[in-house]
């Protein structure tokens, strides 16, 4: 489809282990954001990407999480040494256009679960 | 980043219009107003964005009064499909201005049979 893709949709990670969470954006869109979002909560920022430069990422937790997007397409976000409190579900988000308040189109989300 | 404010939950029949408002006092001129939907499991879906007065397309109508501190999403003959959690959100369009997008809690629908 022509979509916002995430894969895994679901990952289940032990306390301490890395995990790789991956989007495929809408062909030719600039823009990309990350968000997590807990159970019953709106979705948080986490970083966004203009093409390949990773413009913002204010909303980044802790240093354990690192997103990329090398070839201002396909965008990987990592976290390093999971924590419980990672549990979530993370959702991807691109764009036509620059500028958070143009219509972002949304993918699936990745639930993460750390046991 | 204007904070915005809107009922925690709401109920409605099949068939009723809906008008879920949202209050955001300090607004900013360039501001815009843009409601998202979401579904359990899924993804935020962007429904409608407007500046002033009154905006429609095929899935809602966003009305802005003069003032633009409050503004209403207003979904006509709901159906059961409708339930999900609506947000509203404001912030510039600008390309050289917000990078995030700054969601609340929303607000839960639920439409009953």
């Known amino acids: 489809g022509a979509g916002v893709s995430q894969s895994p949709r679901y990952k289940v990670a032990k306390r301490g282990q890395d995990v790789a969470l991956r989007c495929d954006p809408i062909s030719g869109h600039v823009s990309l954001f990350w968000y997590q979002q807990a159970l019953g909560q709106g979705p948080e920022f986490l970083t966004y990407f203009q093409n390949e430069a990773q413009l913002d990422k204010s909303g980044l937790p802790s240093d354990r999480f690192f997103a990329e997007r090398p070839e201002g397409s396909v965008s990987t976000l990592k976290i390093q040494r999971t924590q419980q409190e990672d549990s979530a579900v993370y959702l991807c988000?691109?764009?036509?256009?620059?500028?958070?308040?143009?219509?972002?189109?949304f993918g699936p989300g990745t639930r993460l679960t750390v046991l | 980043l204007a904070k915005t404010t809107q009922p925690i939950s709401m109920d409605s029949y099949e068939g009723q219009e809906v008008n879920i408002t949202c209050s955001h006092n300090?607004?900013?001129?360039?501001?815009?107003i843009t409601w998202y939907q979401q579904f359990p499991s899924q993804g935020p879906r962007f429904i409608i964005q407007g500046y002033k007065t009154k905006v429609t397309n095929e899935v809602a109508s966003l009305f802005i009064p003069a003032d633009r501190k409050s503004s209403t999403l207003s979904l006509p003959r709901v159906s059961l499909s409708d339930t999900a959690v609506y947000y509203c959100l404001v912030g510039d369009m600008g390309s050289g201005s917000a990078r995030q997008l700054t969601f609340g809690s929303g607000t839960q629908l639920t439409v009953l049979p």
């Open positions: 300090n607004i900013a001129t360039n501001d815009y």
């Open positions: 988000a691109s764009s036509s256009r620059e500028g958070a308040y143009n219509e972002q189109f």
